[in-house]
Structure formats: C-alpha cells, structure tokens
C-alpha cells in the first residue's frame, strides 16, 4: 500500500502553510474533551506541562508554524521536516528562525544528541509511515532526544490498517489521499518499553489522557502526552 508521499507537501506547501497559519484546519470537532478545540489548547498545554523551554517540532510541516509561535513566546523550540519545500518556506516566512529548522526525515535517526529537548510535538506525522519504522525507528528517537522528565506529545490518525479519504482543502478538485491508521494503545506499550507513560488530565477541566477529536475532511485522531521516566 502507497501512503501519502512526500511528492504531495512538496506540490501543496504554501496552501498547507497558509492553511496552518490561518487555523483554517485547526480545529477540532466532536472532541472527547471539552477543552480541547484546537492546536492551540495542546501547544499552550505541553509547554505548562514541560519541566524546560526547550522543545523540538518533530515534523514541523510546512512554514513551520509552531516552532515560529513558541519563539515569539520565549521558548528554545526546533523544528525538522523531511520535505525540502516545507523548511525552505518556514525559512522564507520567518527568516528569525530560520537556524532552528532544518531537513531531517523522522524515518532516520535523529541528528540531537540524547537529553536534548523538555518537550517534544509529533503531530500528523506518522500517518505517513509504516508502523514497523515508526515502532522500531521514530519512537524510539523521539524519546532519547528527550530529557528525563521531558514530555511527548503524539497526534495521528486513530484506527486499523489504512484509510483513503477525499481531502478538498488542496485545489478546485479533492484530492485522494491515503493514511496509515494507528492503535492508541499499541503505541502506548511501545513508549512504555522505552521509558514513557501517559500523562493523565489532573482535574475533570484539565487536557490528558487519551483524547480525541475529527477534522474537517472528517478524520478521527488521538493524541496524548508521554512523560520519560527520570530514572
């Protein structure tokens, strides 16, 4: 099975930037918590949650909106992508960030150094994978580069096997796309083998656990933190 190739961010990275930038896509429905609407909640969340101000963008997509916001917060945030386009615009549209972000597929092994980074965003990203490299390669980097203690935020496209949908976003005809679907609790037990265990919402108003939400095409996603054991 074809996943969604890199080919299609490199046609569509100003519309996907300028999507991301506009909130456009952004926004959550049928959410499993009431306090969850958005990237937002989930960005200002894992900050607060975060024992530093360091933290990389593991997938960073086009423009590179996030590591662009939590600079201008006052935070040390990275950002990789593997598609060229993608961090060559982020570069294009916020030239002060323009060092933080570079070309690094999350197929590989990361280009950090272990205990690099408090928190950690993958959002979206390994839909575009097959689960043995995203188990046996992207996990297990995500959380050495992090700090003990450090947390994980993990976001995908929730379900068995894969997925094609008509996305409507890119153009004036839909366009097929297809993605692989992950168990919750499959990768739970691979990031509890490497050390990280979920992070549970504090109070009935407060973001954890396992949440859910669609998007506009309609999906249905989950996303989670992950804290690194600081032993």
Same mark, same amino acid.
């Given at each position: ?10 046609? !569509?990275?100003?519309?996907?930037? =300028? ?5 456009? !896509? ?9 306090g ?8 200002k969340?894992i %900050?607060?949650?975060a ?5 990389? /963008? $593991? ?7 996030? %590591?662009?916001? *939590? =600079? $201008?917060?006052g ?5 990789? /992508? @593997?598609?060229?386009? =993608?961090?060559?615009l $982020?570069?294009? *549209?916020h030239?002060? +960030? $323009?060092? &933080? +972000? ?10 950090f /150094? ?5 928190? #950690?965003?993958?959002? @979206?990203?390994?839909? !575009?994978? @097959? ?13 050495r ?5 450090? #947390? ?12 094609? %949908? ?5 153009g004036?005809?839909? #366009? @097929?796309?297809t ?11 691979? &990031? ?5 265990? &979920? ?8 973001l954890?656990? &396992?949440?859910y939400? =669609?998007? +506009? ?5 989950c %996303? ?6 600081d032993?």
């Open positions: 099975m074809k996943f969604d190739s890199l080919d299609f961010y490199q046609e !569509h990275a100003r519309r996907y930037s =300028n999507l991301s930038h506009e909130f456009t !896509h952004s926004l959550y429905t049928d959410s499993s918590r009431t969850l609407t958005g990237d937002m909640d989930l960005l969340t %900050v607060k949650l024992p530093g101000r360091r933290g990389l /963008d $593991a997938g960073c997509g086009a423009g590179a909106r996030d %590591v662009h916001l *939590l =600079n $201008a917060w935070y040390q945030a990275y950002g990789v /992508d @593997a598609v060229e386009e =993608n961090v060559s $982020a570069k294009s *549209l030239p002060e +960030i $323009a060092d &933080l +972000i570079q070309v690094v597929d999350l197929r590989e092994p990361l280009p /150094d272990d205990d690099s980074f408090d928190f #950690v965003t993958c959002n @979206a990203v390994i839909q !575009h994978m @097959a689960p043995e490299t995203t188990e046996q390669t992207t996990l297990p980097e995500l959380a580069v992090l700090v003990p203690d450090g #947390v994980l935020q993990l976001m995908f496209k929730v379900g068995f096997g894969v997925a094609t %949908v008509e996305d409507k976003a890119y004036s005809q839909s #366009v @097929a796309r993605f692989q679907l992950y168990s919750e609790y499959r990768l739970l037990e691979v &990031l509890k083998e490497l050390g990280c265990t &979920l992070v549970e919402a504090s109070g009935k108003e407060e954890g656990g &396992l949440m939400f =669609n998007d +506009i095409k309609p999906m249905r996603y %996303v989670f933190w992950v804290r690194k054991s032993s």
